[in-house]
T-cell receptor
Framework: DSGVTQTPKHLITATGQRVTLRCSPR?????VYWYQQSLDQGLQFLIQ???????AKGNILERFSAQQFPDLHSELNLSSLELGDSALYFC??????????????FGPGTRLTVL | AQSVTQLGSHVSVSEGALVLLRCNYS??????LFWYVQYPNQGLQLLLK??????LVKGINGFEAEFKKSETSFHLTKPSAHMSDAAEYFC???????????FGKGTLLTVNP
């Protein structure tokens, strides 16, 4: 158990819908990262928040957005869902926000299925 | 830009045999390198990481990896495979002011009895 929690574990929805994925980082960690894992794209970095502020952005679609709240939990919002958005979405957390040596601890993931 | 290439999407070994999973990286800055393992239906677990200290890094579950700058490699090894090692293994790189992890495509390890 990494200490990172993600809810829900599974999500099934229809095209065009909007969903929210939630992540609680390990106690004491200030950074939250979101990754998408799909069969064709592999594991891709989406976005990072550090202590409530956006720190880095990766291959995140404009239909997707995220935020980190004062209690440091984070939410990833996916809207106008398409079939291709079906994937496993991971949240990770780390203590710091600037060092490449920071170990990122991963949650169990949310499996999103868009029908 | 950084990238990782994992040679072999699927590696099969016999129980007790040597495990060798290959990873080559590309980075314009001194890299930090990581190996993660993903068991079926689970998240990623850190096996080990290289952060410019010792070039031979020991991790959990008997795994180790050696950083070879001249070969831009960070191969993962384990002397004797166990059935419980069957999983998917990911090599990742970060570095400089780039905090994100860039992952390889992964290598699925199968251990045969």
């Amino acid at each position: 158990d990494s200490g990172v929690t993600q809810t829900p574990k599974h999500l099934i929805t229809a095209t065009g819908q909007r969903v929210t994925l939630r992540c609680s980082p390990r106690s004491g960690d200030l950074s939250v990262y979101w990754y998408q894992q799909s069969l064709d794209q592999g594991l891709q970095f989406l976005i990072q928040y550090y202590n409530g502020e956006e720190r880095a952005k990766g291959n995140i679609l404009e239909r997707f957005s995220a935020q980190q709240f004062p209690d440091l939990h984070s939410e990833l919002n996916l809207s106008s869902l398409e079939l291709g958005d079906s994937a496993l979405y991971f949240c990770a957390s780390s203590v710091g926000g600037g060092a490449g040596t920071d170990t990122q601890y991963f949650g169990p993931g949310t499996r999103l299925t868009v029908l | 830009a950084q990238s990782v290439t994992q040679l072999g999407s699927h590696v099969s070994v016999s129980e007790g045999a040597l495990v060798l999973l290959r990873c080559n990286y590309s980075s314009s800055v001194p890299p930090y390198l990581f190996w993660y393992v993903q068991y079926p239906n689970q998240g990623l677990q850190l096996l080990l990481k290289y952060t410019s200290a010792a070039t031979l890094v020991k991790g959990i579950n008997g795994f180790e990896a050696e950083f070879k700058k001249s070969e831009t490699s960070f191969h993962l090894t384990k002397p004797s495979a166990h059935m419980s090692d069957a999983a998917e293994y990911f090599c990742a790189v970060s570095g400089g002011s780039n905090y994100k992890l860039t992952f390889g495509k992964g290598t699925l390890l199968t251990v045969n009895p």
